[in-house]
C-alpha cells in the first residue's frame, strides 16, 4: 500500500507499508544422523516506510526517509554442511539462523548543476537486529571450530557521507566519501589467561566491536570520458576501502583484521550502432595485497 501527497507546492510525502512472507524449504542428501538435514523456514515481515522531499529551489532538495528493510540468508548460510575452506570446515546453521531485519533513517541535501554536475550530503542512522555475521564456533557434540553464519546480538551503524560530481566537456570527476561508526557487542567471548597458581582458566567476557566487513572510512575518485558521439565511455578510479573485522573470532580480542587497501580500477564501454556494445572492466590494476592481521597477540 502505497500513497503520494503534495502537501504544498514545494513539500512531497510519500509513504506506505510492505507485508512479504518468506518461505524456504531445502533438502539435501546428507544422512540422516545429520540435524536439519531437511527443512522449512517461514516468516513474514510488515515494512513500512515513509519518505519527504523538500524542494529548497529549483535545483536544491532536502530528503528525509525512514524504512525498514530485511536480509535474508544466503543458500550455503541455512545448509548444514560446507566446503572445506582454508582454516575452517564452513557449514550453513538452519536452526538457529535468523534473518536480518533493519530500521534505516536518512537525510540528504542535494544540489543539481548543468548536466551531470551534482552534490549530495547525507547522514544516516541504523537500527540492525540480527545481522550475520561468520564466526569460528563449536557445534553442539563437535570438538572442532567450525566457520558458521551467527546472530550474535543487535548494532548499530551512523555517519554521513557525500557524493560530488563535475563535468567540462567530455571530461568529468567523481568522487565519493563515506564514514561509519559501527558497533555491536558480544556478551561470550572466551577469555584465557593464567591465574594466580599458574594455571590456565577461561571466563567470559563482553566485548563492542564494528560489524564484520565494515570499515570506518570508505572512499573512491573517478577520472570519467564521456563521448555520445562515438559512443565510448572511459572510466578509471581509486578507491580506498579502510580497515575491517575479516574474521570474527571466538576468543576476546582476537578478531583478524583486513588491513587497509588501494586500488586502482578501471572500466569502458564502446557502442557499435544501435545495438552492439562492447565493455570491459579490469580490478586492482595495482595487484594490492589482501593483509590480515589481529590487532594484539595471544598471550598462552
Excluded: C
Excluded at 61 to 81: H, M, Q, T, V
Excluded at 121 to 144: H, M, T
Amino acid at each position: 500500500i502505497q500513497g503520494k501527497w503534495n502537501l504544498t507546492s514545494k513539500l512531497e510525502l510519500l509513504g506506505g507499508v510492505r507485508a512479504e512472507n518468506t518461505n524456504q524449504h531445502y533438502e539435501t542428501l546428507l544422512t540422516s544422523d545429520v540435524q536439519a538435514k531437511s527443512g522449512t523456514i517461514q516468516y513474514t515481515d510488515l515494512l513500512p516506510s515513509v519518505q519527504a522531499k523538500y524542494s529548497l529551489t529549483t535545483d536544491q532538495n532536502l530528503r528525509f526517509s525512514y524504512y525498514r528493510a530485511i536480509a535474508r540468508p544466503g543458500f550455503s548460510e541455512l545448509i548444514p554442511d560446507g566446503t572445506d575452506g582454508e582454516f575452517f570446515k564452513e557449514v550453513g546453521d538452519p536452526v538457529n539462523l535468523k534473518h536480518t531485519v533493519a530500521d534505516n533513517l536518512d537525510i540528504r541535501y542535494e544540489l543539481y548543476s548543468k548536466g551531470s554536475d551534482q552534490l549530495l550530503l547525507g547522514g544516516f542512522y541504523k537500527d540492525i537486529q540480527n545481522p550475520i555475521e561468520i564466526s569460528a564456533v563449536k557445534p553442539q557434540n563437535i570438538n572442532n571450530l567450525y566457520l558458521m553464519p551467527v546472530n550474535i546480538g543487535n548494532a548499530k551503524n551512523y555517519g554521513f557521507e557525500a557524493v560530488a560530481s563535475k563535468f567540462i566537456g567530455s571530461f568529468g570527476i567523481s568522487a565519493n566519501y563515506t564514514y561509519t561508526n559501527s558497533s555491536i557487542t558480544n556478551d561470550s567471548l572466551i577469555y584465557s589467561y593464567r591465574n594466580t597458581a599458574g594455571q590456565i582458566v577461561s571466563k567470559r567476557v563482553s566485548e563492542t566491536r564494528p560489524l564484520q566487513g565494515q570499515s570506518n572510512h570508505i572512499g573512491n575518485v573517478s577520472f570519467i570520458y564521456k563521448n555520445p558521439k562515438i559512443g565510448l565511455d572511459f572510466q578509471t578510479a581509486v578507491v580506498y576501502t579502510g580497515e575491517r573485522i575479516s574474521f570474527v573470532s571466538p576468543y576476546a580480542g582476537l578478531n583478524y583484521w583486513q588491513s587497509p587497501t588501494t586500488t586502482l580500477d578501471l572500466s569502458f564501454e564502446k557502442r557499435f550502432g544501435k545495438h552492439l556494445s562492447f565493455f570491459g572492466k579490469i580490478n586492482n590494476l595495482t595487484d594490492a595485497p589482501m593483509e590480515l592481521s589481529l590487532h594484539q597477540s595471544y598471550n598462552a
